[in-house]
C-alpha cells in the first residue's frame, strides 16, 4: 500500500453513524471526561485540540501513553456527520504547492477555517513510518463547541491497551534476541547462483528453508561467495496479538557438497538488527 495507490485516505475505525477518534490527556483532564462522557473543566475549549483517527500514530505521539500530559489515552467515538463537518471546514496546516495557488490563499484559508488537517506518515507497531499517511485533525473555535456538545458520543479509556500491546511488542522483540543464539537447526537445500526459492522440492537452482520455530519464509540464493560456498538470504517474521508486525532479513554463509545439491544441516545465528535497540522495539 503507497500513497500513490491509495492516495491520502482516513483509515478508522466506524460505523454507519460514528467514527474512531484518540486523543491523550492527562489524568486530571481525562478522568472528568470520562465521568461526564465528555470534556468538561478543567478542558480548556479556548485551544485547539487534536483528535486522531489511527491508533498507532496515537500510540506514536504520547509514547505508548507515557510522555509527560499524556499518560491516559481516550478511545472517543464521534458523530460522522461531525467529522465529515470538520473536514468540509478544514484547512491544511502547511502550504502545498498543488493545492494552493499561493501562500496568500492559503493564510486567508487558515483564517477562515476552524479546522486544521495535517498528514503524517502512519505507524507500524514498532513506531516505524509506513508509506501511507495518517491523517490528524485540529480543531478550534466553533468546532471544539461542536466536539464538546454535539459529535461525542463516547468516551472509554484505552491506556491499558496501548500499554499491554506495548508490553507485548517488547516481548516478542526480546523473544527474538533471546533465540537468536540458539536457532533452531535449519535445513537449506543448495543452489545455483541467483535461484529462486520454492515450496516444492528442491532442484538445482532453488532453495527452500525448513524449521519449526520461528516460522521462514522460502529463502533466496543471492550468489555463492567462494569455493565451496553460498550465499543465502532468508526473512524471519513474527507475530504480536495474531498480528505480522515486522520481518528480519539476515544473510548466512552455507557450505554445499562436490555437486552443489546436497542437504546439509545449518545451525543458523542471527544478530538483531541495532534499530531494535530504540524506539517501540527497545527494551
Not at 83 to 107: I, Y
Not at 134 to 152: D, H, P
Request: net charge positive.
Amino acid at each position: 500500500m503507497t500513497e500513490a495507490d491509495h492516495g491520502r485516505l482516513v483509515r478508522a475505525a466506524y460505523t454507519d453513524s460514528t467514527i474512531t477518534v484518540y486523543q491523550a490527556f492527562p489524568q486530571e483532564i481525562a478522568e472528568p471526561a470520562l465521568r461526564a462522557g465528555t470534556f468538561v473543566a478543567p478542558f480548556k475549549r479556548e485551544r485547539m485540540t487534536w483528535i486522531k483517527p489511527s491508533f498507532l500514530w496515537m500510540m506514536y505521539r504520547s509514547g505508548w501513553a507515557r510522555k509527560p500530559n499524556q499518560e491516559h489515552v481516550l478511545r472517543i467515538e464521534i458523530d460522522r456527520d461531525g467529522f465529515e463537518w470538520a473536514l468540509a471546514h478544514s484547512a491544511l496546516s502547511h502550504f502545498k504547492s498543488g493545492v494552493h495557488a499561493d501562500r496568500d490563499q492559503w493564510r486567508a484559508e487558515v483564517a477562515a477555517c476552524p479546522v486544521r488537517v495535517q498528514w503524517d506518515p502512519d505507524r507500524s507497531v514498532l513506531m516505524e513510518p509506513q508509506p501511507w499517511r495518517a491523517i490528524q485533525v485540529g480543531l478550534s473555535g466553533e468546532a471544539v463547541s461542536r466536539y464538546v456538545s454535539q459529535w461525542i458520543v463516547d468516551i472509554a479509556d484505552v491506556t491499558e491497551l496501548a500499554r499491554s500491546t506495548h508490553a507485548a511488542v517488547l516481548d516478542d522483540a526480546r523473544w527474538h534476541r533471546r533465540t537468536a543464539a540458539t536457532m533452531s537447526p535449519l535445513r537449506l537445500s543448495s543452489c545455483a547462483c541467483g535461484g529462486t526459492a520454492s515450496p516444492v522440492a528442491p532442484t538445482s537452482d532453488c532453495c527452500r528453508p525448513r524449521a519449526e520455530s520461528p516460522p521462514f519464509h522460502p529463502g533466496r540464493c543471492v550468489g555463492r561467495t567462494g569455493p565451496g560456498l553460498i550465499r543465502a538470504s532468508i526473512t524471519v517474521t513474527s507475530t504480536v496479538m495474531g498480528l505480522s508486525v515486522y520481518g528480519l532479513a539476515m544473510d548466512t554463509q552455507i557450505p554445499v557438497g562436490p555437486t552443489g545439491k546436497k542437504l546439509l544441516p545449518l545451525t543458523v545465528k542471527m544478530t538483531a538488527p541495532a534499530s531494535w535497540n530504540g524506539g517501540a522495539g527497545g527494551e
